[in-house]
């Protein structure tokens, strides 16, 4: 396929997503969150028929050999099914954020300045793997007053274009566009390479996948790009911590779900503590099938793989546990900032200070005290669903929800005042 081909196509979608957000801009949040209701009905009748569609899905990738993170984020079941419906319920309960008035002071002059928030226009989110992130993209996006455009993986092609229908049957009985949602049907890689080109007709481009996806995108995008690069995510557990609620959070981190960008993958531990904290979560880590790789000081401590400084840097999203002792929370901090994606980080202690600074110093967009790095997470964070966790600090950071599918523009209003 030629890129004039690419252009044609990609020129369709543009045109449609454009008449599209003309309308939901002029809608009313009664009507998108109709639309949302709709979806879930549409979504829960027709779930028989979602589960056929992602086996299919499942059979073509195991054929792949993928990773089994991989693997696991692609299937679909009842419990998330579920989940997918509340998700879309949360957004329904959002408040509204279109419209929305900040400020309302007088200026020097007089007339009153204020901001608000409109939505962005037209989104392209481009993803792998997650048939959830189709319904979540969708619905923040309806809600926001934006048009999207998704482009999922080949591997989730079948579950992708179930999902999609139902979401487009809901915005149809809720008479809005169902342009509103578009999922790119052509696999073909170079596509990508043109649609994150389009800034003529795409706001917004946010790319969730493998870090060579979205440094790909990052390197040759003309459109702003949110970017959600890797999840290598720590916990430190200090000198002053709990060890009995430190064994049940860092356990937790790791095992809730491997292929999250969310879990734990390097384990910090104080020097002061690691006699009486290491021996009885690595025996919980083996039992539960997780490889340990550590440095030569855990390693006078327990049993386990020699962790090479490549460990230091990498997102196993698999059952692999990095662990390293440190001299303190300084050290901690100093090996977080170095190594890490600026995703999610915590640490585990009682001491008020140590956590303040912790807080102050660790530079990524979530940092936690005394809870699991799997609650980086919008639905977790009251945001009712995301459409990425953005590692950059331009112009949102963190999970991404309503707002910051948002802009802000400034109102000014006066009685007749003339600038002299």
Known sequence: MTNQKFKKELNSLGAKAKEAKEFLLNSSVDTRNDALKFACEEIHKNRSD?????????????????????????ELNEKRVDSMIDGLNKVINLNDPIGELEGMNPSPSGFKVSKMRVPLGTIGIIYESRPNVTADASALCIKSGNASILR???????????????????????????????????????LVKEFIKFDDCIDLIIPRGGSSLVRL????????ILKHFEGLCHVFVDSDADVELAQKVVSNAKSYRYGICGAMETLLVSEDIAQKFLPNIVNEFNEQGVEVRACSQTLNIISANKATEEDWTTEYLEPIISIKIVKGLDEAIKHINDYGSGHTDSIITENQEKKEKFFKLVDSSSVMHNLPTCYADGFEYGLGAEVGISTDKLHARGPVGLNGLTTQKFILEGRGQIRS
């Open 217 to 224: 995108i990052a390197a040759e995008s003309k459109v702003p």
């Open 50 to 74: 979602l589960f056929k569609e992602n086996e299919k899905d499942l059979e073509e990738a195991k054929k792949l050999d993928l990773q089994n993170s991989f693997i696991d984020r692609l």
């Open 152 to 190: 999922g993986g080949s591997e989730a092609v079948r579950s992708n274009n179930h999902i999609v229908t139902q979401v487009r049957k809901g915005l149809t009985k809720a008479n809005l566009p169902e342009d509103s949602v578009q999922l790119i049907q052509n696999q073909d890689r170079d």
